[in-house]
């Protein structure tokens, strides 16, 4: 099975920055794609910012020079770095990959996963 671990919330003053993790785990051949969304209770799921195999990334306007989003192939792990933090940024983070996993005599298969979230708290 493959599995996400999100890691790297908390509680940070406005301005201040976080640094999430996405750990990914299991029968994987390859990553695809990752990214991030986030969550306030009462409203949609919304995507912050994406990474294609090949490094290309793609960010929710309201993040824009604010937010980094990276990943290191060799450890399976993709990262959101968070810097001049918000209270508007306040949300539950998830983390997503499409992952191409080994299956049985040498099958593969391609599936969407998520994490567990991890709460984000921009309050001073």
């Known amino acids: 099975q493959v599995q996400l671990v999100e890691s790297g919330g908390g509680l940070v003053q406005p301005g201040g920055s976080l640094r999430l993790s996405c750990a990914a785990s299991g029968s994987i051949f390859t990553i695809n794609s990752m990214g991030w969304y986030r969550q306030v209770p009462g409203k949609q799921r919304e995507l912050v910012a994406t990474i294609t195999s090949g490094g290309s990334t793609s960010y929710l306007d309201s993040v824009k020079g604010r937010f980094t989003i990276s990943r290191d192939n060799a450890k399976n792990t993709g990262y959101l770095q968070m810097n001049s933090l918000k209270p508007e940024d306040t949300a539950v983070y998830y983390c997503?990959?499409?992952?191409?996993?080994?299956?049985?005599?040498?099958?593969?298969?391609?599936?969407?996963?998520w994490g567990q979230g991890t709460q984000v708290t921009v309050s001073s």
């Open positions: 997503n990959a499409d992952i191409t996993k080994n299956g049985y005599l040498g099958s593969r298969t391609r599936q969407d996963y």
